[in-house]
């Protein structure tokens, strides 16, 4: 089957080292880290007090006083990101075939802030005082509903949660629908606003957390021997998705290509990653495929600043690409901006289509004490420019939900 | 509380719902004709009217609130006419 091209034409991102691209863009260039003491919520009886915020973020200067108001803090990133995209794009109401325009969106949590609340007016007050807004504003697939009220988008519209592989997997799923015909254009990425009080609690529970409140910009620091968990973050990413002729035709600057994507599964623990790494390496292996490529040119990590992801990753890697893995730049935009769960899988995507289309590769910053187990090339410290064709990035979500995705330079 | 006053706030929440001036709406606008509330806008309206003035309006009531007045009315009913039957505090 002569599959159809598909290619990005609008970028979006909201990220606690900048709102917007090219501020975004810059501090990852720059390895500015977005991490700081938490005030989101009250952290005092946690032993991890520090995150990523999106700050000097309004909703109302991308969205209508009312829509802001009748959403969750997550959808507030979708709402803004597909704006800034969808402006890039060119891509205007009322010109396009809203049929074809499609919106597929991942959110691990959906609407936890408003939920949280909610929980507590129920039971400090009773069940009969919950606000009616509730159902509509804590449902995770809101965030892929409002965008498409917002602009009518009236294709495929859903949102994919597979916990910090979502964003990834929905931008795979939109790649997949393009390409097969059921749509012309998607807009795809993946939010979260995981920093609530409940939340964070319980992945302070699990002990995954960096506890490293002293130095919050040094707490995320994957494949370095001092890491002790990862730093949660919030914020999102809408990536533009478009038919290649299509976006040819109408004289969109295209600013990259997606050519491969893969999805499968570990089977093996709902927290942790096999140690080999063998899911991991199943699934680069199986987007190479798609891609019909042997090798890429710089590997965005799933990274995620533990030793149990971090050294399976590096195995995985070493697997697929044997002789050659040395010599593959890796870079972690964690390091900088910590986890952002269902959002960082999108986010990712944004850097690896920036980075291709300037020739930088940004940091994987705190790399200070290289972990034995973590031997590859991880680009610490300082950018890297160098010629890049073909990049790959990596999303692994808990639950083994493994995701690679493949991007190419605009030709 | 006055009819007045219960008026006032009455229109101040709903301005602030709709993102209008308090000005555009009187005890004579309708609220799905002039206002374009639709269902799930008076629901959410209803709520937003009972954390105002603490207390719980039946299901059963609110079907027959039309305009502003309506609304009015129907408050001023419950805090100042009928003393000992307001509805409990939630």
């Given amino acids: 089957m002569n599959r159809r091209r598909v290619v990005v034409t609008g970028l979006g991102v909201t990220a606690c080292n900048g709102v917007g691209v090219q501020e975004f863009w810059s501090a990852n260039v720059a390895g500015r880290s977005g991490i700081t003491l938490l005030d989101a919520f009250d952290a005092t009886h946690l032993a991890s007090k520090i995150g990523g915020q999106v700050r000097g973020f309004a909703p109302a200067d991308f969205m209508p006083e009312d829509i802001a108001r009748r959403v969750d803090r997550f959808v507030h990133f979708g709402l803004a990101c597909a704006d800034m995209a969808l402006r890039q794009s060119g891509i205007e109401e009322g010109k ?12 691990g949590l959906g609407g936890l802030m408003f939920h949280e609340e909610q929980m507590v007016a129920a039971f400090d007050r009773g069940a009969h005082r919950i606000n009616p807004a509730a159902v509509a504003k804590i449902s995770p697939n809101a965030v892929a509903s409002q965008i498409g009220i917002r602009y009518g988008l009236k294709g495929p519209n859903m949102v994919i949660s597979t916990a910090c592989a979502s964003g990834a997997h929905a931008i795979g799923e939109a790649f997949r629908k393009i390409q097969h015909g059921e749509a012309d254009v998607c ?31 040094g707490a995320s620091r994957p494949f370095d021997l001092e890491r002790d968990g990862f730093v949660m973050s919030e914020g999102g990413a809408v990536l533009v998705l478009e038919e290649r002729e299509r976006a040819l035709r109408r004289g969109a600057v295209i600013l990259g290509e997606i050519s491969g994507y893969a999805a499968n ?24 495929k798609d891609a019909g490529l042997g090798r890429v040119d710089y590997i965005n990590a799933h990274a995620t600043s533990t ?9 995985a890697i070493r697997t697929v690409f044997g ?17 952002a769960i269902g959002a960082a899988g999108a986010i990712e995507a944004v850097v690896c289509v920036k980075a ?14 290289p972990d034995p187990a973590c031997d590859l090339d991880y680009v610490p410290h300082r950018c890297r ?9 990596n999303s692994f979500g808990f639950g083994n939900c493994n995701v690679a995705l493949i991007f190419s330079r605009a030709h | 509380m006055t009819n007045q006053e219960i008026d006032l706030k009455v229109r101040d929440i ?25 269902s799930f806008g008076a629901v959410e309206l209803m709520f937003e009217i009972e954390e105002a003035f603490a207390l719980k309006i039946p299901d059963s009531d609110i079907e027959h609130v039309r305009s502003v007045k309506d609304i009015v009315v129907y408050l001023d009913g419950w805090l100042n006419k009928a003393a000992g039957a307001v509805p409990p505090a939630p």
């Fill in chain 1, 96 to 107: 396009e075939d809203p049929e074809r325009i499609g919106v597929i969106m991942g959110s």
């Fill in chain 1, 187 to 217: 807009l795809t990425g993946g939010v979260e606003a995981p920093l609530t009080q409940f939340n964070f609690g319980a992945y302070c529970a699990l002990r995954v957390l960096s506890k490293n409140n002293a130095h919050p910009t």
């Fill in chain 1, 265 to 288: 599964s570990g089977a093996h623990h709902m927290v942790m990653p096999d140690p080999e790494g063998a899911d991991a390496a199943r699934v680069m292996a199986a987007a190479l």
């Fill in chain 1, 307 to 315: 030793r149990a992801n971090d050294v399976a990753e590096t195995n």
């Fill in chain 1, 323 to 339: 002789a050659e893995a040395p010599k593959i730049p890796i870079s972690s935009t964690k390091s900088m901006i910590g986890h």
């Fill in chain 1, 356 to 369: 291709l289309q300037d020739q930088v590769i940004p940091p994987t910053i705190n790399l200070d004490h």
């Fill in chain 1, 385 to 393: 420019e160098t010629k890049m064709e073909h990049v790959m990035s």
């Fill in chain 2, 14 to 38: 709903l301005a602030k719902k709709l993102g209008v001036g308090i000005e555009t709406i009187s005890g004579d606008s309708r609220l799905a004709e002039d206002l374009g509330v639709d």
